[in-house]
């Protein structure tokens, strides 16, 4: 039986010192069918170079040259080009454990599932720890992976059929792309398997575009949230549009204590909090424990926004 192939999809930009670190991770999975589509997404640095010398000398390595654009149009662009029956994701300065493929690809295939998902550590280590963990699989669909808070809005630290991509792309020229896409990947799957294993390393890198948006406040998430809610109330599924708006208010609490907002920014977080805690202080849907976060920030909003961030 032909193993499946994979897709692998790096973009790249401005990370020259990470970058041989995370493609060594994927030419050295312990799976061996994979393709590796690193996107220079216009980088200035010498990254293309590096793209350019591994596509070299490896046949499964393609890269794609284009004008900067940021990430989402970076991952599409591979996204049209991908040839794998499943695709995952792994940005330029994080690298993979050597068994990320086959472990993933296991989850899919005897779980018969549509999305994998892993667990993932965080730091600046340049070789993945040594994991000792007795694997467990947990199975979710696309109510109870959102329900359970198990959903992880970024696109790595996944496994995905290739299917799940048609009709949607990640949506272009906003900032927290992950947002306004990842939801609708998790609900056009019927089934999502979670192992608790760490197969992904994130890299503590302070010049990534996340790193970067964090210290200032840019309100595209708004759009993503009202996208996403609007969504469910209208397909008048409650427990996921209910979901929606805790999700929203969790975010809504924590850059709240976001020291580069004005008084007039402070003041409208916290009435579009109010606006959606008012929906859901009573849902059956909602955790008590965060109705009780909730209730702390609706009524000492700086002392609760600030233990909350501290406890993050």
């Not at 454990?97 to 892993?118: E, N, Y």
């Not at 792309?177 to 760490?198: L, M, Q, R, S």
């Amino acid at each position: 039986m032909t193993e499946p192939l994979v897709s692998v999809i790096v973009p790249v930009y401005k990370v020259e010192k990470y970058l041989s670190n995370c493609i060594e991770s994927v030419i050295n999975q312990t799976y061996s069918n994979w393709e590796l589509i690193l996107v220079d997404d216009g980088s200035p640095d010498r990254c293309p170079y590096i793209c350019d010398e591994y596509a070299r000398h490896n046949g499964r390595i393609v890269v794609i040259h284009k004008e900067n654009g940021r990430v989402a149009k970076a991952r599409n662009a591979a996204l049209r080009i991908a040839r794998g029956e499943y695709i995952t994701f792994l940005d330029g300065d994080d690298y993979l454990h050597k068994d990320f493929l086959k472990v993933m690809l296991s989850v899919i295939m005897t779980k018969q599932v549509d999305i994998a998902q892993c667990g993932f550590l965080r730091g600046v280590a340049a070789k993945f720890p040594e994991v000792k963990l007795v694997e467990k699989i947990t199975m979710y669909d696309n109510h109870s992976i959102f329900l359970n808070q198990v959903a992880k809005i970024v696109v790595w630290g996944k496994l995905y059929k290739r299917h799940i991509f048609d009709g949607r792309l990640m949506t272009e020229d906003k900032f927290f792309e992950d947002d306004f896409t990842t939801w609708k990947w998790y609900y056009a799957a019927n089934t999502i398997g979670v192992t608790n294993v760490p197969l992904y390393y994130y890299v503590d890198n302070q010049q990534s575009t996340m790193s970067m948006h964090a210290k200032k406040p840019n309100w595209d998430f708004l759009e993503a949230y009202e996208e996403r809610i609007k969504f469910f109330i209208r397909t008048k599924e409650k427990d996921l549009e209910h979901c929606s708006r805790m999700q929203f208010c969790k975010s809504m609490v924590l850059i709240y204590n976001n020291p580069n907002l004005s008084d007039e920014e402070r003041k409208f977080v916290k009435a579009r909090f109010d606006e959606s805690f008012a929906v859901i202080s009573s849902s059956m849907y909602i955790p008590t424990s965060f109705k009780i976060l909730f209730c702390l920030f609706h009524l000492f909003p700086i002392v609760t926004s600030k233990l909350a961030s501290k406890l993050r």
